[in-house]
T-cell receptor, first 113, second 113 residues
């Protein structure tokens, strides 16, 4: 079975621009979470979606938004990019909410110049 | 106090020896605990999860959980050069977003031939 997929793999944007990152979960998984990982740190939680509804939001500004589609895929949008948004953005897939195992996709490396 | 704490390392381990990684967490209500392995430039890969006090073994890996002490550890037996990576400890939160993962900063393991 295919794992979690993310696109694009790499992205270079300029400050002030907007970016959309995409994620497809493992087949049968209904929950998608987004994490940001900067160099030298563990991933930080951004959003959690389950059955197309936002079920959790981390401590990120309103420039960050996301949604989940009927096929359980998800998009993460970031507006008005800042240099500090440069990071590895990870999508994690799980069967449901709560204490289920979460499996990560390969990530999208975003560089803001 | 950080929610999940790990020694950053690097932890240098001779090939064939046992690597011992430690993690402490602050959320006393946490129920699920995960170990991820992350190679440089790659996304985290789930290698172990544990929900109950005690030991859980999977191949060369053993996870140990002590909820009373808020402590979880990972042992890697017969360490191989391919085990050289950063190991992330993650704990599910019980407040805010149910099931969101809180990560430590990771312990870098270097297995020397």
């Amino acid at each position: 079975d295919a794992g979690v997929t993310q696109s694009p793999t790499h992205l270079i944007k300029t400050r002030g621009q907007q970016v959309t990152l995409r994620c497809s979960p493992i087949s049968g998984h209904k929950s998608v979470s987004w994490y940001q990982q900067v160099l030298g740190q563990g991933p930080q939680f951004i959003f959690q979606y389950y059955e197309k509804e936002e079920r959790g939001r981390g401590n990120f500004p309103d420039r960050f938004s996301a949604r989940q589609f009927p096929n359980y895929s998800s998009e993460l949008n970031v507006n008005a990019l800042l240099l500090g948004d440069s990071a590895l953005y990870l999508c994690a897939s799980s069967f449901g909410l709560g204490d289920y195992e979460q499996y990560f996709g390969p990530g999208t490396r975003l560089t803001v110049t | 106090q950080k929610e999940v704490e790990q020694n950053s390392g690097p932890l240098s381990v001779p090939e064939g020896a046992i690597a011992s990684l430690n993690c402490t967490y602050s959320d006393r209500g946490s129920q699920s605990f995960f170990w991820y392995r992350q190679y440089s430039g790659k996304s985290p890969e789930l290698i172990m999860f544990i929900y109950s006090n005690g030991d859980k073994e999977d191949g060369r890996f053993t996870a140990q959980l002590n909820k009373a002490s808020q402590y979880v550890s990972l042992l890697i037996r017969d360490s191989q050069p391919s085990d050289s990576a950063t190991y992330l400890c993650a704990v599910t939160a019980t407040t805010d977003s149910w099931g969101k993962l809180q990560f430590g900063a990771g312990t870098q393991v270097v297995v020397t031939p």
